[in-house]
């Protein structure tokens, strides 16, 4: 773990002269001299030591006055793996603000969805991270307003609109403060059109979203596609996609599996959802993942160390909505992957809202909680049991009693979803794990697991098993990953 290594002077100045790019998002560094900030990894000739302080996150390197580096661009690092590996206040807080809930609805907003005061949640945020909910807001929307200038020729006024400022005049003065450039010379520096810049279209926009190497697309992407609900999900043309169900409007992502990045191409009704979008296809790669501790981890178990090195770097496959996955989890109790996809095919083509997809096969959102709730009961094509599951949990959802949301403390998840009619460990286990983000989410009975476990020379029963794994944590839920990818089921392979 390195939480607060921004405090380990020592160790930062290590990674910083051996340009250590594992640590990309973990700290950043100022200059005092030159008054810039950097990635540990920046190419440029390391400072001196005594002209070096370390700042938690880009948001209080700009607080604190200094300016994004125009070389290794440390606005563009993957995010800092504490805040998908945590559940307490400050990293509940991290996710709600990369999901844009100070922009839609205020520090007040953001405050009331985790319980606290305002003051409270500023005050929790200052001593960790170095900055507040405003300032790390301001943070985010000069990076999508980065984003936009350099991957669209869009004007600038819309640019300012769509990356959440309230005014082209305060966009044009973060812009500068931030990057020591105004829009129009940023977007000046670009090379003229390059494959990965499409041609101009109505929210339409191609964009790189960089990762912790190593990254083993296989699972991950394997899984996705494999467990696709059609009309919703598919792969076509090497890539991955689906419809996203977003604050403003809906979208269509396309993310394609590159060595060194993965390529998302977004298609938006309402380019305010950019940061949104962005936020949620990365935490449904499980892209800001340091995956070198997470193996060096799992390593230390001589009878799990073979599965590591044989494929390392493998991401927990999550979701881009965490109500959607809870449904489509009681759709597969104790049924197969082709069952139910079947099920979930049929509440989208009767609940789900339709979309235009002229580049694919892609129909429907999948339905909100408020409309399945609305559904009889007996309409639906699964046993009595199942359906008073399904009608329990969309009845929790949609009166708010139940919360699955990025701000959701696990704990309290795990107990209100135990409570439920049809809940069992693995149910919430899986929902832990895939929804809500939970690294050490494990399934000791789950049957694959077993059999994994079996013929690894791991123990077999779920009790051994669990006592076994305890040496695996806080990462139980990769481990999982790696001892499902013994079987030949198609999600443990990339589409052709």
Known sequence: MRNGMYTDRERCVRAVRSKDARFDGWFYTAVLTTGIYCRPSCPAVPPRARNMVFHPSAAACQQAGFRACKRCRPDTSPGSPEW???????????????DGVVDREGVPGLAARL?????????????????????????????????????????????????????????????????????????????HRTPERPAAGAGTLALRLPFRAPLNPDNLFGHLAATGVPGVEEWRDGAFRRTLRLPYGHG???????????????????????????????????????????????????????????????????????????VRAVLGQQVSTAAARTHAARLVAAHGDPVDDPEGGLTHLFPTPEALAAVDPDSLAMPRTRRATITGLVGRLADGTLQLGVESDWAKAREQLLALPGFGPWTVDVIAMRALGDPDAFLPTDLGIRRAARESGLPATPAALTARAAAWRPWRAYAVQYLWATGSHPVNFLPA
């Open 252 to 326: 269509v992502v396309a993310l394609t599996p590159n060595p060194d990045h993965i390529g998302c191409r977004l298609t938006l009704s309402d380019l305010r959802d950019l940061t949104v979008a962005i936020s949620r296809c990365r935490r449904m790669l499980d892209l800001d993942a340091d995956p070198v501790a997470v193996d060096d981890q799992l390593r230390t178990d001589p009878l799990l160390a073979p599965l590591v090195d044989k494929a390392p770097g493998r991401r927990v496959p999550r979701t881009v909505d965490e109500a959607e996955f809870a």
């Open 84 to 98: 998908n590996q945590r559940a307490d206040l400050v990293a509940r807080a991290m996710r709600l603000i990369a």
């Open 115 to 191: 319980g606290y005061s305002s003051r409270q949640v500023e005050r929790q945020l200052l001593a960790e991270v170095g900055a507040g909910p405003l300032a790390l807001a301001r943070a985010q929307r000069a990076r999508t307003a980065r984003l936009l200038v350099e991957t669209t020729e869009l004007p600038m006024a819309d640019v300012a609109f769509a990356a959440g400022f309230s005014s082209v005049r305060t966009f044009n003065d973060t812009v500068r403060e931030v990057f020591a450039l105004t829009p129009t010379e940023l977007r000046a520096r670009v090379p």
